[in-house]
T-cell receptor
């Protein structure tokens, strides 16, 4: 069965430092992968998505992610974190090619220290 | 509105009460999804509509949960005889076209349900 693992429950990063949030997936075929961000009291906002092609995808707010099939990973990165990036981040995989449901990881909470 | 809206934003119910949660998707969006997000967890899929047809309800946890989208736009998630384990945030999402893994799902702010 498809699954998503986000190994880090909580990460603290200094403002201006780089960030990498880990995501590992389990899926038999080529996965459709997503990163969402959730701020308190807000809905989930899509940061970026990967379907095929270039394994390095660019998203909004300066985020990028790299798909590595050999490692079953889709890690999210940002070169310089801003205080406004503090939020919860969710990695997700479409359940199947028809995509009727997304399977989410448990999320990583990002804190930004000054 | 520009995005997905949900009402009420907060709901407190006594155990055993019935509740109804509303979702207004983005205008023109064909697909509508409901997810349940327990505290400290990621969202979990409940059910999916394409227009008015409920094509997948495999995630509904029990027969106390019922969803409808009678005219292919607004959807209601109903929970009968609420129990404490139903306490969660219920998220609604919509996407422009029919099912397809490449479709972006746009999420509403959620309804936080607390069952006492």
């Amino acid at each position: 069965a498809q699954s998503v693992t986000q190994p880090d429950i909580h990460i603290t990063v200094s403002e201006g430092a780089s960030l990498e949030l880990r995501c590992n997936y389990s899926y038999g075929a080529t996965p459709y992968l997503f990163w969402y961000v959730q701020s308190p009291g807000q809905g989930l906002q899509l940061l970026l998505k990967y379907f095929s092609g270039d394994t390095l995808v660019q998203g909004i707010k300066g985020f990028e992610a790299e798909f590595k099939r050999s490692q079953s990973s889709f890690n999210l990165r940002k070169p310089s974190v801003h205080w406004s990036d503090a939020a919860e981040y969710f990695c997700a995989v479409a359940r199947n090619q028809a995509g009727t449901a997304l399977i989410f990881g448990k999320g990583t909470t990002l804190s930004v220290s000054s | 509105g520009a995005g997905v809206s949900q009402s009420p934003r907060y709901k407190v119910a006594k155990r055993g009460q019935d509740v109804a949660l509303r979702c207004d998707p983005i205008s023109g969006h064909v697909s509508l999804f409901w997810y349940q997000q327990a505290l400290g967890q990621g969202p979990e899929f409940l059910t999916y509509f394409q227009n008015e047809a409920q094509l997948d309800k495999s995630g509904l946890p029990s027969d106390r949960f019922f969803a409808e989208r009678p005219e292919g736009s607004v959807s209601t998630l109903k929970i009968q005889r609420t129990q404490q384990e139903d306490s969660a945030v219920y998220l609604c999402a919509s996407s422009l076209r029919g099912a397809g893994g490449r479709e972006t799902q746009y999420f509403g702010p959620g309804t936080r349900l607390l069952v006492l």
